[in-house]
């Protein structure tokens, strides 16, 4: 079957990603060139992209360092087939203060039209975790893979030395809605790979479920960073106590998916995002029914 982006929104987005990158404002996002597919960009983040903390600390809060990002300052793009929310700086969201949190550095909250998709592209030396929420979301790549992912699925590329590929939604008559989140690998240029795997969802009520780790024998799917991805859903009234697994170097973005929480005395609500460094644990209570995503990350990568 073959999909396509409308020629009217595929030319719009080319020349605007043609006149941004003459004029040269599009460099520290990272996207270099376009691909010679009519419906490709290629991503890629330049070298000298400085990593760090790159954002301002929540001035509100005074015991801990954090950063707080409420749903609606998020970057927000409507291409009539794509609609997406953009936590940090992508694409024409560019916000200096928010270009990532450590090395994490793209989490778009994306909704793709029925049967439409993201045309052939390529990525470079990135870590990209696709979290579908709902609908199904298919994957084809230049390594021949060719996958649907849905709901309870993690799928990752580790795009190292150079990847494309492309991603529709499968249906005609529904919405496929996912996160797209992209980490600076720990080691660059490695061999590119694919993986996915299915998830019991019922495994995180009330407790952690390891969704991303930096270890083929750990649970979820593992990447070349030493980073942990956390899913739970919680009931009401609820309370977990997240543990570092490297408090020394690491710090936690947390993204609230449904529902309302409080994470050290923090309140969340739906899509907000709560970063937090110089600390050991996270205090987590659920106001309300809650399903809640912990990306815990290094702030530095070196």
Known sequence: MAYCIPNEITMKRKEFLKKTIAGGSLSILGIATLANNNNAEAHTIIENEKLGYNHLPNKEYKTMNTVLHKADTRGDANHGWLQSKHSFSFAN?????????????????????????????????????????????????????????????????????????????????????????????????????????????????????????????????????????????????????YQLNNPEKNGVYVFVLNGNTTINNQPLNKRDGFGVWDISELDIKADTDAEILLIEIPMNNN
């Open 93 to 241: 969201y560019h916000n200096p203060e928010r270009m990532h949190f450590g090395v994490l550095r793209v989490l778009n909250d994306d909704i793709v039209a029925q049967g439409m998709g993201f045309g052939t592209h390529a990525h470079q030396n990135m870590e990209i975790i696709s979290i579908p929420m709902e609908g199904d979301l298919e994957h084809k790549d230049s390594m021949d893979n060719v996958a649907v992912i849905k709901s309870g699925d993690i799928q990752v590329l580790s795009a190292g030395t150079g990847i494309t590929h492309s991603e529709y939604n499968k249906n005609k008559d529904k919405e496929v809605k996912f996160l797209q989140i992209w980490v600076f690998p720990a080691t660059k240029n490695v061999t590119p790979r694919y993986d996915q795997i299915s998830l019991n969802v019922a495994d995180r009520k009330n407790k952690f479920q390891q969704v991303v780790s930096p270890n083929p024998e750990d649970s979820g799917v593992w990447i070349h960073q030493n980073a942990w991805f956390n899913m739970t859903n919680l009931s009401e009234g609820k309370e977990l106590t």
